[in-house]
T-cell receptor, first 114, second 113 residues
C-alpha cells in the first residue's frame, strides 16, 4: 500500500512553460485535494474532487487546472507558469466513508519557476 | 469564508518543558479541528484532532482544547523531546461538506536538549 504518490519530486520551469504534476492513490479514497505550501503561509487549497468526473475550485485556483478521470488519479496542470507559482505542492486524499477527518498527504512536489 | 490564525509563528523550548500553540477561527459553523505535524522535508501528518462537540482530547503527551464560544483551540505538548521539533499546523473544517480544511500559517517548534 503506497498511499499517495506524487511525481515529480522536484522540477524547474521557465516562465510561460506548462507542466502537469501527477498524483495517484491506492487507498480507494473518493476525495482528493491539491494544496500549495508557501513559506510562512500554511497550506492553501487549490482544487479538490469528490469523485471521478467531479472537481471544484478551492481558495487559490487561478493558473491551475485539474481533472479526475479515475478514482486513483488527480493530476494538476499548470498553464503558462509564473514565478508566483513557485511553491511546494501537496496532493492529499480522504475516505468520506470513515468517521475520521484525516487527510493523507503525498510527499510533495517542489516547483521552481524562473 | 473561514479564516484560521495561528500563534506563535516560532516557539523555542527546552527539552522537558511544555509547548502551547493557539489558533483562532472565524466561522462559528466549523465542526472539526485537526492538528498536523510536518517534519523538515516531509509530508504533513495528523497528530490529533477534535470535533466541535468535544471540549478536550488527550493522546499521551499531546492534548487539544476547544473553546467554541471564543472560537479558539490550542495544542498542548508536555514533556517535550527533541523529536517534537517540527512545524505544526492547525486547521478548521467549515460546514458544507467535502472535508475541505483551512490551515493556519504554521508554528515552527524547536526543542533544545
Amino acid at each position: 500500500n503506497a498511499g499517495v504518490t506524487q511525481t515529480p519530486k522536484f522540477r524547474i520551469l521557465k516562465i510561460g512553460q506548462s507542466m502537469t504534476l501527477q498524483c495517484t492513490q491506492d487507498m480507494n479514497h473518493n476525495y482528493m485535494y491539491w494544496y500549495r505550501q508557501d513559506p510562512g503561509m500554511g497550506l492553501k487549497l487549490i482544487y479538490y474532487s469528490v469523485g471521478a468526473g467531479i472537481t471544484d475550485k478551492g481558495e487559490v485556483p487561478n493558473g491551475y487546472n485539474v481533472s479526475r478521470s479515475t478514482t486513483e488519479d488527480f493530476p494538476l496542470r499548470l498553464e503558462l507558469a509564473a514565478p508566483s507559482q513557485t511553491s511546494v505542492y501537496f496532493c492529499a486524499s480522504f475516505d468520506s466513508g470513515t468517521n475520521t477527518g484525516e487527510l493523507f498527504f503525498g510527499e510533495g512536489s517542489r516547483l521552481t519557476v524562473l | 469564508g473561514e479564516n484560521v490564525e495561528q500563534h506563535p509563528s516560532t516557539l523555542s523550548v527546552q527539552e522537558g518543558d511544555s509547548a502551547v500553540i493557539k489558533c483562532t477561527y472565524s466561522d462559528s459553523a466549523s465542526n472539526y479541528f485537526p492538528w498536523y505535524k510536518q517534519e523538515l522535508g516531509k509530508r504533513p501528518q495528523l497528530i490529533i484532532d477534535i470535533r466541535s462537540n468535544v471540549g478536550e482530547k488527550k493522546d499521551q503527551r499531546i492534548a487539544v482544547t476547544l473553546n467554541k464560544t471564543a472560537k479558539h483551540f490550542s495544542l498542548h505538548i508536555t514533556e517535550t523531546q527533541p523529536e517534537d521539533s517540527a512545524v505544526y499546523f492547525c486547521a478548521a473544517r467549515p460546514s458544507g461538506g467535502y472535508n475541505k480544511l483551512i490551515f493556519g500559517a504554521g508554528t515552527r517548534l524547536a526543542v533544545h536538549p
